[in-house]
């Protein structure tokens, strides 16, 4: 069973910046299609960046110019560079793989989640 577990989320302040990371453990599998996902208080989950093997990447319009997604040389780590952060990224961030496929199925595969915090 494939696990994911995310880490580098905290408390900044609106303009700061953060590096979430997530690292797969478990036995060796294959993901064309790798994902950030976040969850506010009272909103329902968002894909806010998702990145192919291919190094193609996709942004929610909300992040587009301030977050990166990227892999890790190891290609079992996923990070999300997070750059201007503002008030309304306060979120819980769960990173997510389609596990076995590419990202036209369902990402089966999720971690924890890492609480965000930004105040103003």
């Known amino acids: 069973q494939v696990q994911l577990r995310e880490s580098g989320g905290g408390s900044v302040q609106a303009g700061g910046s953060l590096r979430l990371s997530c690292v797969a453990s478990?036995?060796?599998?294959?993901?064309?299609?790798k994902a950030w996902f976040r969850q506010a208080p009272g909103k329902e989950r968002e894909e806010v960046a998702r990145i192919e093997t291919d190094g193609d990447t996709t942004y929610a319009d909300s992040v587009k110019g301030r977050f990166i997604i990227s892999l890790g040389n190891a290609k079992n780590t996923l990070y999300l560079q997070m750059n201007n952060l503002q008030p309304e990224d306060t979120a819980v961030y769960y990173c997510?793989?389609?596990?076995?496929?590419?990202?036209?199925?369902?990402?089966?595969?999720w971690g924890q989640g890492t609480q965000v915090t930004v105040s103003s």
């Open positions: 997510a793989a389609v596990v076995g496929g590419y990202c036209d199925r369902p990402f089966n595969s």
């Open positions: 478990g036995y060796t599998y294959s993901s064309y299609c």
